[in-house]
């Protein structure tokens, strides 16, 4: 009997060494600051799930979507400091860093998904080479759709903006407010509808997609269409983080990035007229600006363009003269 006690156990140890060690799984936390169902959050969980499949479960990321990790502000540098290994934020968040995270957000320098493509395509390079002096690998971006003027009251002339409470969430639009005459107030996403419930903020750009995240319809009455500038979102990894994955799984990576650009881009195209309807759905009064009002912001916007090419210099004037290309 104890003979074949050891050859059943003998086979037992075959088995285990024919069917080979079971894959080693890296797991990576990825911090976000917007809402599980707006279309950003949707893409990377779709994103995650194409890297799992792709690397054959070797990489595994976990998605804190809503700020409830990192608030937005803290993200970049969770990532840079190893305490996740890869993020999603808005590029122009950390304009103060660098000019060439502020480029998208120049007032109706890009206004259209066509124009902010050959845009992100001639700021690329530039982008890329400020996040790997910071050990971050860039891996997509995604544009929100065209910025509009959001007001508690009705607004036909910028001078109408004078002494509201001003949304701002990055230097651009911080500027902007103090350009308009208003009174800024930092918000970021995941403080937006409170501050708009208690009356912190009477007046601010941003997306439809944004305004119907919040509800904003349940503070402020108008909408107007001004199609100020397309900001985009960036998701990027650690290089440490990356680097330590084999050649296989970065091709995952990559691979699933790819696909999810794209399909990120499509979607923001696509998301833009719903949004929009959505907002006149819930009783919004969505309407086109005045020629008074476009000319108030497109002077702003000349002069915001002037102050932003100053202080990007000549990698600002790279960018731009490929743009006009």
């Not at 502000?73 to 502020?102: C, Y």
């Not at 902010?116 to 971006?141: C, F, N």
């Not at 959505?278 to 009064?285: D, F």
């Amino acid at each position: 009997m104890s003979g074949l006690k050891r050859l059943l156990g003998s086979a037992l140890v075959l088995g285990t060494l024919a069917a080979g060690p079971a894959v080693a799984q890296t797991k990576w936390n990825l911090p976000s600051a917007y809402p599980t169902d707006n279309f950003h959050t949707e893409n990377i969980a779709q994103f995650a799930k194409e890297v799992e499949t792709l690397s054959g479960g070797k990489l595994a990321i976990t998605l804190h979507p809503n700020a409830v990790l990192f608030k937005a502000p803290e993200i970049k540098r969770a990532v840079m400091t190893g305490q996740a290994q890869a993020g999603e934020v808005l590029m122009s968040l950390h304009e103060n860093e660098d000019p060439v995270f502020g480029v998208d957000v120049v007032p109706f320098l890009a206004t259209s998904h066509d124009q902010s493509k050959a845009l992100y395509l001639a700021s690329k390079p530039a982008v890329e080479k400020k996040l790997a002096s910071q050990g971050l690998k860039l891996l997509y971006t995604v544009p929100w759709p065209p910025q509009g003027l959001f007001s508690k009251t009705a607004v036909t002339k910028i001078e109408d903006l004078k002494g509201a409470k001003w949304r701002a969430y990055n230097a651009g639009t911080s500027r902007i407010g103090e350009a308009v005459g208003a009174q800024s107030v930092t918000v970021q996403q995941a403080e937006l509808a409170q501050a708009l419930a208690t009356g912190v903020v009477t007046a601010l750009i941003t997306s439809a997609a944004t305004g119907y995240d919040v509800k904003i319809w349940e503070s402020i009455p108008y909408f107007y269409d001004i199609q100020a500038w397309l900001p985009k979102n960036m998701v990027f990894v650690s290089q440490a983080a990356f680097d330590a994955l084999d050649k296989p799984t970065q091709d995952a990576v990559l691979k699933a990035a790819a696909a999810a650009e794209t399909r990120g881009w499509q979607s923001s195209i696509d998301k833009t007229k719903w949004y929009m309807e959505q907002l006149s759905a819930k009783g919004m009064k969505v309407e086109q600006p005045t020629p008074e009002l476009k000319a108030g912001f497109e002077t702003v916007g000349k002069q915001l363009s002037a102050d932003w090419l100053k202080k990007a210099g000549p990698t600002g004037e790279q960018i731009l003269g490929a743009y006009s290309k």
